[in-house]
């Protein structure tokens, strides 16, 4: 997560329901990364979590009246959202949902969403049954067709004891849908393939070749690419970290199924963005069994033979997406990079310095085309990430492939 470079201002409203603790959560993810958060709250919402906890939070003054007289004209629905960006209701209930379908306003929050002047975005949060309902199933249609913004909900255990749709995102989850929104869509309508993370090439059941790469670079590749507007395939090595919202991802163990998953899915991509750090060679004769130490006497060769060029196959397509490749470099980064781009024959290449990347949480990247050499500067993946698919947007041909 980034603070925001300017400040976006949410006014967040909860409704009652057991989801209400996890909006504490969203608040403290909010302002932790540069938000300005304001709240209002229901009558109903108050029962599930205090005004108090939330103003510690979000360091504002918690609404819950309609007719407060803190604001001079006492037009708080008015007044609260006129300086926000966007407003997001977390946990939306069921009975909310059908009021704002209905323009109905009965109190500050329902008010304050009829009276606004910026996007609204709403978290479900209900039983099962309550979200199947065609009432509320009608709900939803009918707000989608008004404009209003949907994240969740999701499938799983609920509060009722219960299992099924209904269930709120989790806060990371809201938080990354605010992200996206907040993101300009460069890249709407585009379909992006990226590859991430190592490969594990075997040796033995339980041995195997691969590299320190984390994926985290990769990971936030897909993520921008994601919250620009794409539809986002990920090819993953092994790697500890979570898919990012929205993003499809593709599970592989070595550089022949990475390969063979990126022919399968290449054909409808309109971008191509090879981050993985690939291994260059695989165990030429893999063993059935595990190696033992005292088999082998004195000691042991492994014959390596050439993995395939994912990214040299996909740019040599009759019809190739846009390329755009990584190279992790441990000196003369420029000559390096110029040299791969100018092999692989590809528009862009991102390059770092694999010593100061591999496993870190931050960056420090240099774009090279055939415009020259471009610094991003050293900053957060996700910042870098963010970077690069502005540069590239600016790069590409009008239309899909």
């Not at 603070?3 to 409704?15: C, D, F, P, S, V």
């Not at 070595?254 to 991509?269: N, W």
């Not at 030429?284 to 060029?309: F, W, Y």
Request: proline share 5%; with cysteine; net charge positive.
């Amino acid at each position: 997560m980034t603070a925001q470079t300017t400040q976006k201002r949410i006014l967040l409203g909860l409704t009652g329901g057991i989801a209400a603790y996890k909006s504490a959560l969203l608040v403290r993810l909010l302002v932790k990364a540069g938000y300005d958060v304001r709240v209002a709250m229901t009558e109903s919402a108050c029962s599930f979590i205090t005004p108090v906890t939330m103003q510690a939070l979000s360091g504002q003054t918690v609404w819950t009246d309609l007719w407060d007289p803190r604001i001079p004209d006492n037009m708080g629905h008015i007044e609260l959202s006129r300086d926000r960006d966007l407003v997001v209701v977390a946990p939306a209930s069921a009975n909310f949902m059908a009021k704002v379908v209905h323009g109905a306003a009965d109190d500050l929050l329902s008010t304050t969403c009829l009276a606004r002047d910026c996007p609204l975005m709403l978290a479900p949060a209900m039983n099962r049954q309550m979200w199947d309902n065609p009432a509320t199933q009608r709900n939803a249609a009918q707000l989608r067709k008004d404009g209003v913004l949907f994240a969740g909900p999701d499938a799983g255990d609920q509060a009722c004891g219960e299992t099924g749709m209904g269930r709120m995102h989790e806060p990371e989850e809201i938080f990354e849908e605010i992200e996206a929104f907040f993101q300009p869509k460069v890249l709407a309508g585009r379909s992006v393939l990226v590859t991430a993370g190592p490969t594990v090439e075997p040796i033995d059941p339980v041995r195997g070749i691969t590299n320190t790469s984390s994926g985290k670079m990769g990971y936030a590749v897909a993520r921008a690419a994601r919250q620009a507007g794409a539809q986002v395939t990920l090819v993953s090595g092994p790697t500890a970290l979570a898919v990012p919202a929205g993003v499809t991802r593709i599970n592989v163990q070595t550089a022949q199924q990475m390969f063979d998953a990126v022919k399968k899915a290449v054909a409808g991509s309109d971008v191509f963005i090879a981050v993985a750090a690939v291994a260059d060679y695989r165990v030429a004769s893999q063993a059935k069994q595990k190696i033992k130490k005292g088999d082998r006497k004195e000691g042991m060769t492994i014959e390596l033979v050439e993995n395939p060029d994912i990214l040299g196959y996909v740019a040599n397509l009759p019809k190739p997406p846009f390329c755009v490749g990584f190279a992790a470099e441990t000196e003369k980064l420029a000559a390096h990079a110029m040299q791969k781009r100018a092999k692989k024959n590809i528009p862009l290449l991102a390059a770092n310095l694999a010593q100061h990347a591999f496993g870190a949480d931050d960056n420090d990247i240099t774009l090279f085309d055939a415009k020259g050499e471009h610094l991003l500067g050293r900053g957060s993946k996700l910042e870098q990430a963010r970077k690069l698919v502005a540069h590239m947007a600016a790069m590409l041909p009008r239309g899909k492939r």
